[in-house]
């Protein structure tokens, strides 16, 4: 039994964690370099995109084989990827100096944006000398590593249960370039649940797998994509109670970088039953959330279950038109063969569809495999955010 | 030694071959049922979609395990796709209603249109009462099977050599659920070449693989997908003349597809070269087709060679960053590790993009697999488009 209790400050929501965040020049005039650091070495757990080009921060961590650290540093507005040694020699230039300004423990860079042009050191060195390293600001930080995204995405929870109590928090930037195939663009979640280190990774990847491996803006599998979990191991812990709210914090943010994709307007739940195994409702549920025809449908507010069906039969999986069932929220549009859609169910799916958020299930009616991923509609404002990106 | 001219009428440029299209009102005003018949009875070979809800007259076709007809009764609008045992049954009824008006072996039908909505076979049977069956119009049938094509796809050679003289020719519609997993939307070719009835399927099978099953306007797969190959034998036949024939039809008919894309301001050609394979380069190729950040970057003209990266990287092929080339036409922008992008090479890239028709050539540098994928932009009016299709 425990009890899971929203409170204040995200990653700074834990005793000894400092961040912050400062205007160093890459956007116009808005936080861009960030910090998180604190008082002792923190057990470290993290995944990475799988894409192949990863970037130098990411090669930077794997090369180091990081475990513990005290210090990252994080920036917005380039990604240090496709840099090659170069990218990485910045890392270490820029790691070097900041040791000269605090007590670092194998500091981390970590960073996003543009791919393939090498970072600006000056103007990174010049926000490290800006840094107020006992701000407690996780917002100011949240905010530094925004591109595209409108919004903070930040959570923290108190957990209390006969284990005794621990605090968990977590910051995320999304908006563009999201399809994780690990983690999404950027996650950092701090706690003081003192997780056995031998724990952490398993319970990463496992929570990973239902969030934001779970969502999709775009299909676009990014060179950044990174989560850190990060503890001081100053609280208790309780292996049940921890997953709950690493759960709750990991889901939160996922959601809130598909409630903020690029121009979304919507952000909807695919729920895939009934699929041969787990695998096949993951496939058929992700190529829902990335078919371009859904998600105009989407945004078009028409339920064109046509669409639906038809990506399902192109995923891949196993399925049956003789099968498969099809509802928007309790409205049911095609039930194993049957064609229900006529004007009324028409126009009560069509009023589901005007709602900025809700679910769509889809059960194949063959196994028992289930999975639910979350996505976008695409509209003209995603064409122009990423027709002008650069421009 | 052959020789390949292009001649006029399309489909119709085979004696004996006739077509046509009739307004039965599915479209506001504009022909949207449309025949082609032959007076002998054709050999014919056939590829359909992958998608796993093959629609109803695909199903009818390979239920009856037609290998030879003389006509093909086509109607837009309308997919008859999901529409189960129903969707069948209305196909019998309207060809056997069209036995009474003219001799038949074995019809085709042939749809595309809406998914899950049954045929209106009242409307399908006056329009059958409206043929002029005696009349030779390629263009009509193209115009026939429209949807959200804005212009008419047709083509058509005579091919002489030392062996002697057949003609080929084709029509084909595309514009939206465009991602073949065997063949485009609907593809109709005519020949009078002599084929030997076990060449017909491999020789169409293989010319596929590298014209319609290169293209892709966003990433989903019909119901429907279609490519017929009919001939009439009355001419001769060399293979070799005729696989350079057939090639020239499709690769016309599926770039003019790709050209014609829903909202399609470009028509891009991804040469990979490079890879470990030809299956790997297929992927690569395939995945900067269907990237939303490429195709919006596209768009914008933004020569973000950043993205085409990343989309290599994500899509699974073997890749390395300090191998990989990246080019639009002849201008280099990243060249294995080296990033040559600067403020005249963006600007000279950029010319470049605001081609109507262009190639973008990336070099894996592992082996020496080769493919040739070609995609267009994602506009605004993609996006309109496909909100608004049904409303």
Same mark, same amino acid.
């Given at each position: 039994m425990f009890r899971i209790t929203p409170i204040k400050n995200g990653i700074c929501c834990i005793d000894g964690i400092y961040a +912050? +965040?400062?205007k160093a020049g890459f956007k116009k005039d =808005?936080? =861009?370099? +960030?910090?998180?650091?604190?008082?002792?070495?923190l057990d470290i757990a993290y995944l990475f995109t799988t894409n192949k080009f990863q970037a130098a921060p990411i090669k930077y961590v794997k090369l180091k084989n990081i475990k513990n650290t005290n210090f990252i540093l994080a920036n917005s507005k380039n990604a240090n990827a496709l840099t090659g040694i170069e990218g990485?020699? %910045? $890392? @270490? =230039? $820029?790691?070097e100096f900041l040791s000269t300004k605090i007590d670092v423990i194998d500091p981390i860079m970590s960073s996003t944006g543009v791919i393939g042009v090498r970072l600006n050191k000056d103007k990174i060195k010049k926000a490290i000398e800006k840094f107020d390293f006992n701000e407690r600001s996780s917002n100011k930080f949240a905010r530094a590593i925004m591109t595209t995204d409108s919004f903070e995405k930040e959570i923290a929870f108190e957990v209390e249960g006969e284990f005794g109590k621990?605090? $968990?928090g977590g910051v995320a930037k999304g908006a563009g370039m999201i399809n994780p195939a690990m983690a999404?663009?950027?996650c950092f979640i701090t706690t003081d649940a003192n997780i056995p280190q031998n724990e952490m990774q398993d319970i990463l990847r496992e929570i990973n797998e239902i969030t934001f491996n779970a969502i999709s803006v775009d299909g676009d599998t990014s060179t950044n994509d990174s989560v850190f979990l990060m503890t001081t191991r100053e609280g208790d812990y309780n292996k049940e109670a921890f997953k709950e709210a690493l759960k709750k914090v990991m889901q939160k943010l996922a959601l809130d970088i598909v409630r903020d994709g690029e121009g979304a307007t919507k952000a909807v739940a695919f729920v895939v039953s009934g699929a041969k195994n787990k695998n096949e409702a993951k496939m058929a549920a992700k190529a829902l959330t990335n078919s371009l025809l859904v998600k105009t449908a989407l945004f078009g507010e028409d339920p064109n279950w046509g669409r639906i069906a038809s990506t399902i039969g192109a995923s891949g999986v196993e399925c049956d038109e003789e099968k498969l069932k099809i509802s928007f929220e309790n409205v049911i549009v095609y039930n194993r063969g049957k064609?229900?859609?006529? @004007? @009324?169910?028409?126009?009560?799916?069509? @009023?589901?569809?005007?709602?900025r958020e809700f679910k769509i299930?889809? =059960?194949? +009616?063959? !196994? %028992? !495999?289930k999975f639910t991923?979350? !996505?976008?509609?695409?509209?003209?404002?995603?064409v122009k955010i990423n027709a002008e990106y650069r421009t």
């Open positions: +912050g +965040g400062v =808005d936080y =861009d370099v +960030g910090f998180i650091r604190s008082d002792t070495s990485i020699k %910045d $890392i @270490e =230039d $820029i790691l621990f605090k $968990i999404t663009m950027l064609i229900l859609f006529d @004007e @009324e169910i028409e126009k009560k799916a069509h @009023e589901i569809m005007k709602r299930y889809v =059960d194949l +009616g063959i !196994g %028992d !495999g991923a979350y !996505g976008c509609d695409l509209s003209y404002d995603y």
